[in-house]
């Protein structure tokens, strides 16, 4: 069984940066991608960036790609989500997945194993 747990959020200033991790652990493929989504309040949970494990090989949501990085450290089994410039509509649940094949896909259909989330509020 797979545990993501994801941190590093809070409540943070619109402007400045961010970063958070994702922890993975348990029994792992052996090829495998992890991903990071965000649920705003009322919203639908919408992807953001996927990295794949052994490669590093990265793929961004278009509406995203610039202001979000998305990274992994093999030795330390996380991977993280830096976030530039934060705005207001950056408020959200971030949320770390892992694919349930070797692709860095962009559908929740995807992913098998997900975190419970951490909340970054974004403030004036």
């Known amino acids: 069984q797979v545990h993501l747990r994801e941190s590093g959020g809070g409540l943070v200033h619109a402007g400045e940066a961010l970063t958070l991790s994702c922890s993975v652990s348990g029994r792992t493929a052996s090829s495998y991608a992890v991903g990071w989504f965000r649920q705003a309040p009322g919203e639908e949970r919408e992807f953001l960036a996927a990295?794949?494990?052994?490669?590093?090989?990265?793929y961004y949501s278009p509406s995203h790609k610039g202001r979000f990085t998305i990274s992994r450290d093999n030795t330390k089994d996380q991977a993280y989500l830096g976030i530039l410039h934060l705005k207001l509509e950056d408020t959200a649940l971030y949320v770390c997945?892992?694919?349930?094949?070797?692709?860095?896909?962009?559908?929740?259909?995807?992913?098998?194993?997900w975190g419970q989330g951490t909340q970054v509020i974004v403030s004036q």
């Open positions: 990295i794949t494990w052994k490669g590093g090989g990265t």
């Open positions: 997945a892992q694919s349930k094949g070797g692709v860095a896909g962009r559908d929740e259909s995807d992913y098998g194993s």
